[in-house]
């Protein structure tokens, strides 16, 4: 080749190469989609086809990411439209007009929401769609991840164990759900067996496991997920219903980071008349407080998002809603399998998630409703000490109906079962790892403790200081409720029915207590000195 023509050729091939390759001038910009700033994965927010694709690629609405990846609107127009047209009750997330016949305890009893009202409710009900109005013009990733749904459940009512399994269908894109597991935590109530089967027989997509033993929540989504075979993992719970294009949002940060765990937002059904709508606030960050409550605190101003759609970062997942990719769930080794029932589970995975490079993202434009129960509905078995203070001597219970702040402590008919006193936490006490005595059940003990002052004195609620002190107490092999800084012992009048203190003599009656459920560990514990 003579040296004219090769430069020639040279000078070509750089133009060309120009063309296709540099940003901003070349082909190579007509294709790209713009990522506002260079973080991972910036398709979720608001897409507008890059320069010069043309006309009649916008109508077409193709798309594309920076590695050539197409990027697809992925509303389901039709499902859209079908629910727009609903009507009934409940339908749009509307209050259902709750008859006094249904407003009654036992409606609440079983379930801790109202399942005379949710039985009501179309299991295909429509839900408002309350997303911020740019979620509509967002596009995701054409090519998505898929992902198995773990739903765990434990003695969940019928139709809102099915309404969820409904929503999940009707709403996400049938080729991005591997499977939906619900895997049933030893659940005593018939319509869970048999019947249970018998319908979801009918869904090819939907499997059903089993636990051997009541195994809580926790080792409950474990086994869900050992068994799942999608891509990505995403963990809903058994009351919930999931909102327009809720997965592909969630599905499109896990592909653009296959570290991120995200959460959808997470919207309220009424436990009374299962309207839907959004968490007070709306758009949170999760935290908690140094009793390690969960809380959702505001995003501060420095942290928002020029497009309030767009996710964002929050330290610690509210706990049941997430999805994450299925391999590095088990590189972060799930969740500790000695967590029992309930609780914590979300701090342990929160942290882990950061502490391994990983991040937690809720993301605005998935919103899946909730059903935030009156009061928790299950037996929390042996384990947990959970009980109702029974006095030997009197046959009455310890209760804080006449418990306002400061206020002594008294005696009480004891309420059986799970009725409304119990659910109010009235007659439910829990010892806690500090060693004092709050109401409530374990997971939703209030901020209480009782509090004696003196040998003499009256028991009463005061503010926790977790400081033992006036608020730590032993509960002895006698009985006998014992308060070490006075060195005496939990009494009552059979007269008046007030609890006071008084010099220890266990083989006074009414210094003898017995508990509903104990945990012989917990107590022993409770009482080494
Ligand atoms: N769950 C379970 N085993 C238990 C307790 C709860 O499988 O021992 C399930 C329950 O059915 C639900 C999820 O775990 O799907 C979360 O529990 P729950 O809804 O009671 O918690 P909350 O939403 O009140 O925090
Ligand atoms: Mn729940």
Same mark, same amino acid.
């Given at each position: 080749?003579?040296?004219?023509?090769?430069?020639?050729?040279?000078?070509?091939?750089?133009?060309?190469?120009?063309?296709?390759?540099?940003?901003?001038?070349g082909l190579?910009a007509l294709y790209r989609?713009?990522?506002?700033?260079?973080?991972?994965?910036?398709?979720?927010?608001?897409?507008?086809p890059a320069a010069g694709l043309g006309s009649?690629n916008?109508?077409?609405?193709?798309?594309?990411?920076?590695?050539?990846?197409?990027?697809?609107?992925?509303?389901?127009?039709?499902?859209?439209?079908?629910?727009?047209?609903?009507?009934?009750?409940?339908?749009?997330?509307?209050?259902?007009?709750?008859?006094?016949?249904?407003?009654?305890?036992?409606?609440?009893?079983?379930?801790?929401?109202?399942?005379?009202?949710?039985?009501?409710?179309?299991?295909?009900?429509?839900?408002?769609?309350?997303?911020?109005?740019?979620?509509?013009?967002?596009?995701?990733?054409?090519?998505?991840?898929?992902?198995?749904?773990?739903?765990?459940?434990?003695?969940?009512?019928?139709?809102?164990? /099915? =309404? %969820?399994?409904?929503?999940?269908?009707?709403?996400?894109?049938?080729? $991005?759900? +591997?499977?939906?597991?619900?895997? &049933?935590?030893?659940?005593?109530?018939?319509?869970?067996?048999?019947?249970?089967?018998?319908?979801?027989?009918?869904?090819?997509?939907?499997?059903? /496991? =089993? %636990?051997?033993?009541?195994?809580?929540?926790?080792?409950?989504?474990? $086994?869900? +997920?050992?068994?799942?075979?999608? &891509?990505?993992?995403?963990?809903?719970?058994?009351?919930?219903?999931?909102?327009?294009?809720?997965?592909?949002?969630?599905?499109?940060?896990?592909?653009?980071?296959?570290?991120?765990?995200?959460?959808?937002?997470?919207?309220?059904?009424?436990?009374?008349?299962?309207?839907?709508?959004?968490?007070?606030?709306?758009?949170?960050?999760?935290?908690?407080?140094?009793?390690?409550?969960?809380?959702?605190?505001?995003?501060?101003?420095?942290?928002?998002?020029?497009?309030?759609?767009?996710?964002?970062?929050?330290?610690?997942?509210?706990?049941?809603?997430?999805?994450?990719?299925?391999?590095?769930?088990?590189?972060?080794?799930?969740?500790?399998?000695?967590?029992?029932?309930?609780?914590?589970?979300?701090?342990?995975?929160?942290?882990?998630?950061?502490?391994?490079?990983?991040?937690?993202?809720?993301?605005?434009?998935?919103?899946?409703?909730?059903?935030?129960?009156?009061?928790?509905?299950?037996?929390?078995?042996?384990?947990?000490?959970?009980?109702?203070?029974?006095?030997?001597?009197?046959?009455?219970?310890?209760?804080?109906?006449?418990?306002?702040?400061?206020?002594?402590?008294?005696?009480?008919?004891?309420?059986?079962?799970?009725?409304?006193?119990?659910?109010?936490?009235?007659?439910?006490?829990?010892?806690?790892?500090?060693?004092?005595?709050?109401?409530?059940?374990?997971?939703?003990?209030?901020?209480?403790?009782?509090?004696?002052?003196?040998?003499?004195?009256?028991?009463?609620?005061?503010?926790?200081?977790?400081?033992?002190?006036?608020?730590?107490?032993?509960?002895?092999?006698?009985?006998?409720?014992?308060?070490?800084?006075?060195?005496?012992?939990?009494?009552?009048?059979?007269?008046?029915?007030?609890?006071?203190?008084?010099?220890?003599?266990?083989?006074?009656?009414?210094?003898?207590?017995?508990?509903?459920?104990?945990?012989?560990?917990?107590?022993?514990?409770?009482?080494?000195?």
């Amino acid at each position: 080749m003579r040296r004219k023509e090769k430069r020639l050729l040279q000078a070509v091939a750089l133009v060309l190469a120009a063309l296709v390759l540099l940003p901003n001038v070349g082909l190579w910009a007509l294709y790209r989609e713009r990522q506002p700033d260079g973080t991972p994965g910036g398709s979720g927010a608001a897409v507008v086809p890059a320069a010069g694709l043309g006309s009649h690629n916008q109508q077409k609405k193709i798309f594309f990411v920076g590695d050539g990846q197409k990027l697809k609107d992925w509303h389901d127009k039709e499902a859209i439209r079908r629910d727009a047209q609903r009507v009934g009750n409940g339908e749009q997330g509307r209050p259902y007009p709750m008859t006094d016949a249904e407003r009654v305890d036992q409606a609440y009893r079983e379930n801790g929401f109202n399942i005379y009202v949710s039985d009501k409710i179309s299991l295909n009900r429509s839900v408002p769609d309350i997303r911020h109005p740019n979620c509509n013009g967002k596009r995701y990733l054409e090519t998505l991840p898929n992902t198995s749904i773990i739903i765990p459940f434990h003695n969940e009512g019928w139709s809102s164990l /099915l =309404r %969820t399994v409904h929503s999940v269908l009707n709403r996400s894109p049938p080729e $991005l759900i +591997a499977e939906i597991v619900l895997v &049933d935590d030893f659940s005593d109530r018939e319509h869970l067996k048999k019947p249970l089967e018998d319908y979801m027989a009918l869904f090819p997509s939907v499997r059903i /496991l =089993r %636990t051997k033993k009541r195994e809580g929540l926790i080792r409950t989504r474990m $086994l869900g +997920a050992s068994a799942a075979t999608g &891509d990505v993992i995403t963990f809903l719970d058994s009351h919930c219903e999931a909102n327009v294009n809720w997965l592909p949002p969630l599905l499109d940060r896990i592909a653009q980071n296959r570290k991120t765990i995200v959460c959808p937002m997470i919207d309220v059904i009424d436990h009374d008349d299962f309207r839907y709508e959004t968490q007070a606030g709306d758009a949170m960050r999760g935290a908690f407080d140094w009793e390690m409550y969960y809380k959702r605190i505001p995003i501060p101003p420095e942290l928002q998002k020029a497009d309030p759609s767009d996710p964002f970062e929050s330290p610690v997942m509210a706990g049941g809603l997430f999805a994450v990719d299925r391999k590095w769930f088990w590189e972060l080794g799930g969740y500790d399998p000695g967590l029992e029932i309930w609780g914590g589970e979300q701090y342990e995975i929160s942290f882990k998630v950061w502490m391994c490079g990983g991040r937690m993202e809720d993301i605005p434009c998935s919103r899946v409703g909730h059903i935030y129960r009156k009061y928790v509905p299950y037996k929390v078995p042996a384990g947990v000490s959970l009980a109702r203070i029974h006095n030997v001597g009197t046959g009455l219970c310890a209760d804080t109906k006449h418990g306002a702040l400061g206020s002594p402590l008294r005696l009480e008919s004891c309420v059986r079962g799970r009725g409304e006193a119990a659910w109010n936490n009235m007659q439910v006490f829990t010892f806690t790892w500090r060693e004092d005595i709050r109401p409530g059940d374990p997971q939703h003990t209030k901020k209480f403790c009782f509090d004696a002052i003196s040998h003499t004195s009256p028991v009463t609620l005061y503010d926790c200081h977790s400081m033992k002190g006036n608020q730590l107490w032993k509960y002895r092999q006698d009985k006998t409720l014992y308060h070490p800084v006075s060195d005496s012992c939990m009494d009552c009048s059979e007269s008046d029915h007030r609890i006071f203190m008084n010099t220890c003599n266990p083989s006074s009656l009414t210094q003898q207590w017995l508990f509903e459920h104990t945990n012989s560990t917990v107590l022993e514990k409770f009482n080494r000195d």
